[in-house]
Nanobody, 122 residues
């Protein structure tokens, strides 16, 4: 069984910073990509940032220059450093991992964390 456990969500003021962490555990053969989505109240989940195995990363336009994603492959962990936070960043943040459980798996399956709340007050 694979588990993704997030931490780091909190309430901060406009302009503040937070660092989210997400660790994947279980019987994992390989992880192709890890990243973060956010889901504001009453809205759909949307991609914030992704880090792929080759070292590449991509970001939503709304967070470019403010958020930085990084991975520690040895620990199966992904981080999201969030600077210059704005009230519109308020959301539940979900991490995900696209991974294989076995060498013989043809495709990567996506697993999700339980979500961590980030609240930014003005």
């Amino acid at each position: 069984q694979v588990q993704l456990v997030e931490s780091g969500g909190d309430s901060v003021q406009h302009g503040g910073s937070l660092r989210l962490s997400c660790a994947a555990s279980g019987s994992i053969f390989s992880i192709r990509a890890m990243g973060w989505f956010l889901q504001p109240p009453g809205k759909q989940r949307e991609l914030v940032a992704a880090a792929v195995g080759s070292g590449g990363s991509n970001y939503a336009d709304s967070v470019k220059g403010r958020f930085t994603i990084s991975r520690d492959n040895a620990k199966n962990t992904v981080y999201l450093k969030m600077n210059s936070l704005k009230p519109e960043d308020t959301a539940v943040y979900y991490c995900y991992a696209d991974l294989k459980l076995r060498y013989s798996d043809v495709t990567n399956d996506r697993y999700w964390g339980q979500g961590t709340q980030v609240t930014v007050s003005s």
